[in-house]
């Protein structure tokens, strides 16, 4: 018996000439025709499959109808990924694309952009791998938001305009293969506020929260309690909003990129080693374009350093995109709409927050310094002027390793006006011995600058007093408004001896937790 699989392409296709997909796949068919009597015919339009049907089948044989999509996949066992955002092309080499495009992915071994093909439009480009999943997967459902924390699944839920009900999954922080539900809910003594459920996972691979209803998959345990509440605080109701990730770079091959592609157009800010403006790359993209004043820093110890700069990411810290090395040194990094966290307290929005909300932006600052952490890297320039703000009071660390490079004498020697020596700890300032808990010093700084808003420390004291006050053992008092709670923890940042200074893995815990564990009797309302 013949087998004939007719392959029923969209309206769409239809009108186009057959692409390189019904070649190939034909190509293949008829080596299968040859070898198992296997007859495959390929019809562009519903007319075309009518005349098709009516005048060149043979009598008693199958016919089974294949979708393109389905076809190339029994055909070549394609794994296919689909769009989970918009994406426009920057570059000529790039693919437009919308959410819910699917493509299949033709060289993936190349990191952060793949090389693919649109099912939907049969062209051929790059398109960063951050922004598709496999098709059917649960990383392509839109409330599946992956390796997620605890505290970033509650801001993310608690944003402005999400109602009782918003929800996502994640991965389990604490039970491997497990997920957690995340749940806005509200209630009169808590408020807004956000549950946690764990999904474990049966031993014959089903979902569940309680045993009494298990589910094949997690698409189905979602889908019963988008119906009903079952024993939750609420059923689901929205699949929170997400804000569209960054590209890892801005595009294939684009690291370092000629100076011409940059076009500055809106001054942001100036210190003594450049400026910042805000600019466009390519013609496309918005970025933020740092500006080195020549005789900064060498170009080779710069380009080595950003290699490395490059390899953190961590959605706490401020992406590197692209440098331009020759002096002139440019450095283009992700655009924060807010600027820095100093201009944004003393002069921004940063003015009117509570300090719940100036510890929750302490805890993400502290979250993106514990990853650095980990990398045993050393920021060495930790202050308010180097944490950028975006949307939503994200807060991203900036500037990490770069102070390492200056070559200015008045910055090196580290007692000219151009040193930060009032964030600095004693023995960096002094002896030039800089680690990640001289980073932990400046951290309990710049603690003092966001409950201050923005307050310069020591206030009153220049710096060579400052440098000598410490080393005998001075420390700040506690700010006005500043829980004494709050203050205890600076001070152990400022411990004389290093190795006593906490870990920033412990700030970030202590932080993330300080309303609930320490400070549980704190009703947010009057601002500092």
Known sequence: MRLIILDCVTEELSKQTPTWAHKSALNQALVLFHQHYVLFVFIYSQSYFH????????????????????????????????????????????????????????????????????????????????????????????????????????????????????????????????????????????????????????????????????????????????????????????????????????????????????????KLGQGCFGEVWMGTWNGTTKVAIKTLKPGTMSPEAFLQEAQIMKKLRHDKLVPLYAVVSEEPIYIVTEYMSKGSLLDFLKEGDGRHLNLVMLVDMAAKIADGMAFIERMNYIHRDLRAANILVGENLVCKIADFGLARLIEDNEYTARQGAKFPIKWTAPEAALYGRFTIKSDVWSFGILLTELVTKGRVPYPGMVNREVLEQVERGYRMPCPQGCPESLHEMMKLCWKKEPDERPTFEYLQSFLEDYFTATEPQYQPGENL
């Open 51 to 266: 005349a098709v049907k009516t005048q060149t089948l043979p009598h008693r044989c199958d016919v089974i109808l294949f979708s393109s999509l389905s076809l190339f996949m029994l055909l070549g066992g394609v794994t296919f990924f689909v769009a989970l955002y918009d994406y426009e092309a920057r570059t000529s080499d790039d693919l437009t694309f919308k959410k819910g495009d699917r493509f299949q992915i033709i060289n993936n071994t190349e990191g952060d952009w793949w090389e693919a093909r649109s099912i939907n439009t049969g062209k051929k480009g790059y398109i960063p791998s951050n922004y598709v999943a496999p098709a059917d997967s649960i990383q392509a459902e839109e409330w599946y938001f992956g390796k997620m924390g605890r505290k970033d699944a509650e801001r993310l839920l608690l944003n402005p305009g999400n109602h009782r009900g918003t929800f996502l999954v994640r991965e389990s922080e604490t039970t491997k293969g497990a997920y957690s539900l995340s749940i806005r809910d509200w209630d009169e003594s808590k408020g807004d506020n956000v549950k946690h459920y764990k999904i474990r996972k049966l031993d014959n691979g089903g979902y569940y929260i309680t045993t009494r209803a298990q589910f094949d998959t997690l698409q189905k345990l979602v889908k019963h309690y988008t119906e009903h509440a079952d024993g939750l605080c609420h059923k689901l109701t929205t699949v929170c909003p997400t804000v569209k990730p960054q590209t890892q770079g801005l595009a294939k091959d684009a690291w370092e990129i000629p100076r011409e592609s940059l076009q500055l157009e809106l």
